[in-house]
């Protein structure tokens, strides 16, 4: 199975803050990389997909990059309703794995 | 609008079975691959079973494989998950997804609890 590793874990932050969240792939995914977003007690939403495609409905703030093992998600500017956990999932091949989540807070 | 909504989460003992449901609304079911994913604070999320559009190709996680069994109705617009065989480990919140997993998971149920204790 591919192993998905995102870092940090958790980080703080501010409104109007750039975050950068990283996941790493143990093998090679070319571009087979979503982004979820997950507030507590509410079912993880869809972000981005194949790395860099923003779903409709995302905010312009939100941007993805990377290919092969190393992707980032970008948040530009954080926003009050941005703070959550965010999960990375491949989707190169069966199973198709999420990372542990990387939560931000305030 | 899309709306998917699960049921058929419960207390059951270990050994027990369970048949969870997704009523979905507002996309053409028939012409989406479906997933169930679960979460549980010890393993995080994980995609168990997903079916095609037509339900010509299956997918089980190795944890669940031979004992849930995906299926769906087209014509109900209706995503099932047959769990036999429930273990400890195999409680979590359960989520009905639409999509392939190829462009993510574009629409998310509330889900359903199931607890598998004595």
New interface residues.
């Given amino acids: 199975d591919i192993q998905m590793t995102q870092s940090p874990s958790s980080l703080s932050a501010s409104v109007g803050d750039r975050v950068t969240i990283t996941c790493r792939a143990s093998q090679s995914i070319t571009n ?1 990389l ?1 982004w ?1 977003y997950q507030k507590p007690g ?5 972000l ?3 790395a860099s495609n923003l ?1 409709s409905g995302v905010p312009s703030r939100f941007s993805g990059s990377g290919s092969g093992t190393d992707f980032t998600l970008t948040i530009s500017s954080l926003q009050a309703e941005d703070f959550a956990t965010y ?1 990375c ?1 491949q ?1 190169d091949s ?3 794995t ?1 990372g ?2 990387t939560k931000v807070e305030i | 609008e899309v709306q998917l909504v699960e049921s058929g989460g419960a207390l059951v003992q270990p050994g027990g079975s369970l048949r969870l449901s997704c009523a979905t609304s507002g996309f053409p079911f028939s012409s989406y691959t479906m997933n169930w994913v679960r979460q549980s604070p010890e393993k ?4 168990v079973s997903a079916m095609t559009e037509r339900g010509g190709s299956t ?1 089980y ?2 944890s669940v494989k031979g004992r849930f069994t995906i299926s769906r109705d087209n014509s109900k617009n209706t995503l099932f998950l047959q769990m036999n065989y429930l273990r400890v480990e195999d409680t979590a919140m359960y ?1 009905c997804a639409k999509g392939h ?11 359903t609890l199931v607890t598998v204790s004595s």
């Fill in positions: 087979s979503n979820y509410k079912a993880p939403e869809l981005i997909y194949a779903q999960y999932q989707s069966n199973p198709p999420f542990g989540g | 995080g999320l994980e995609t997918y996680s190795d989520y997993r190829t462009y993510g998971y574009s629409s998310w149920g509330q889900g």
